[in-house]
């Protein structure tokens, strides 16, 4: 038996959310169904599914349904809110994970590039002491950020790269010389950077942290102004373990950042040839449960992909390749991270946000 689109938008109508489809196929009883939910809590997203699931089977028994609901982030008033103390940076965001090699910094400089193409201004301020990636990730290694002077104060100008303004500690410091900086003295060079910076008007300033949970994360993150905290898990239980305990550090007392959840990284691994095939090898939904168990906002999963890497490497955030699977799921985390924040009430991105146009490489090579 085949159905009408009519017979679709009829389901929808005694829903209530007949504005809230974007697309509908309908091939003989098969219906794939787009729906754009704009109340993006998770659980609101579950009873939705369950709703059409049921309209569905009463109205349309035969229909064999297949949904695909996403959630349009509502931009609300930033003056109901809370917000970092920096002047003009609205939101600092810790990027972190208890283990080493997870894809913090990937996933710093990818999820930057995807809150700038939604039309946030947004900078990244490298803080691995140990090894910053932002240079190479960005391809900025011969960056030197030079001074400026602002309201007759002289300030460090940050690098800028794809529109997107970055500050490492791998710009002031050598490597070798960085490595042997203790908690207090990284935390007060990292504060100088932020708080000596001309960032100018931020919607976001990613802070990537070096692997850890020791004294030199504490110092960090009680010096800074942090306003929540993304942590980055693989799904072996070997990291999971430390994910917990970086998310127990946000949510000590003496620190108290909201953790606004979790990214699985490395989730699957799918090789080109096989898009179909899903190889879970460091095993499935590791990140997700955690995130369910300890109740923290699970952002999403990135799979393996040769490109994120080889993106990486050569400094063009695989992020930036609109319209591929890679910038898709990376969209989606920046989307659940920004509505983590409009559900904890922090500082909200304005609705003027202007669209970053100048994609251009690094400003300041030498
Ligand atoms: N999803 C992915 N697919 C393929 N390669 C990835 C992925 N995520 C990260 N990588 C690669 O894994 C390596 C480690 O990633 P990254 O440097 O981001 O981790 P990190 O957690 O920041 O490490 P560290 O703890 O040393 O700071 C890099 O070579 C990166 O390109
Ligand atoms: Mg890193």
Same mark, same amino acid.
């Given at each position: ?83 970092? &103390? ?5 939101? !600092? ?15 710093s400089a990818n999820l930057a590039i995807s ?43 940050? /690098? ?8 490492? !500690? ?20 990292? @504060? ?13 300033l990613l802070i990537d942290l070096p692997p ?34 970086? /998310?127990?550090?946000?949510?000590? &007392?003496? !620190? @108290? ?5 979790? /990214? ?8 080109? &040839? ?6 879970? $090898? ?11 168990? !300890? ?6 999963e990135i799979p393996i992909v040769q490109s $994120? ?16 699977? /890679? ?24 609705? &003027? ?14």
């Open positions: 038996m085949a159905y009408t689109r009519d017979q679709i938008y009829q389901v929808l109508e005694e829903l209530g959310i007949r504005n809230w489809m974007r697309n509908a196929q309908v091939v003989g009883n098969d219906i794939i169904l787009d729906i754009v939910s704009p109340s993006p809590a998770m659980h609101e997203r579950k009873r939705l599914e369950i709703a059409l699931k049921n309209a569905f089977k009463e109205n349309l028994p035969e229909a064999n349904l297949t949904l695909n609901i996403s959630v349009e982030v509502e931009e609300k008033n930033p003056n109901e809110i809370k917000g970092s &103390e920096l002047p003009g940076v609205k939101n !600092i965001i810790a990027v972190a994970s208890g283990k080493g090699g997870v894809g913090k910094s990937t996933v809150l700038a193409n939604m039309g946030f201004k947004v900078g990244v301020l490298d803080a691995d002491i140990y090894g910053p990636s932002m240079p190479i990730m960005f391809d900025c290694q011969d960056a030197r950020p030079y001074s400026v002077e602002v309201n007759g104060k002289t300030k460090i100008k940050p /690098v800028e790269a794809y529109g997107i303004k970055i500050l490492s !500690i791998g710009f002031f410091a050598d490597t070798d010389q960085a490595i042997v900086w203790r908690g207090p003295m990284a935390a007060k060079a990292l @504060n100088q950077m932020i708080r000596d910076a001309h960032w100018g008007d931020l919607d976001f850890g949970t020791g004294d030199i994360h504490l110092s960090i993150v009680q010096q800074v102004p942090i306003t929540g905290a993304v942590v980055v898990s693989t799904p072996q239980t070997i990291a999971l373990a430390d994910a917990r305990k970086g /998310v127990g550090m946000f949510q000590m &007392e003496a !620190i @108290n950042v909201p953790v606004l959840g979790i /990214v699985e990284n490395m989730a699957y691994f799918t090789p080109e &040839e096989l898009p179909n095939n899903k190889y879970y $090898i460091f095993g499935q939904n590791g990140a997700k449960h955690l995130a369910e168990q !300890i109740s923290v906002p699970f952002l999403g $994120i890497r080889e993106a990486a490497d050569v400094g063009r955030p695989a992020a930036l390749q609109e319209g591929t699977i /890679v910038a898709e799921v990376y969209k989606n985390i920046a989307r659940n991270t920004v509505q983590s924040l409009v559900e904890r009430n922090t500082t909200l991105p304005p609705t &003027e946000a202007v669209r970053i146009t100048t994609m251009a490489g690094c400003s300041a090579k030498n």
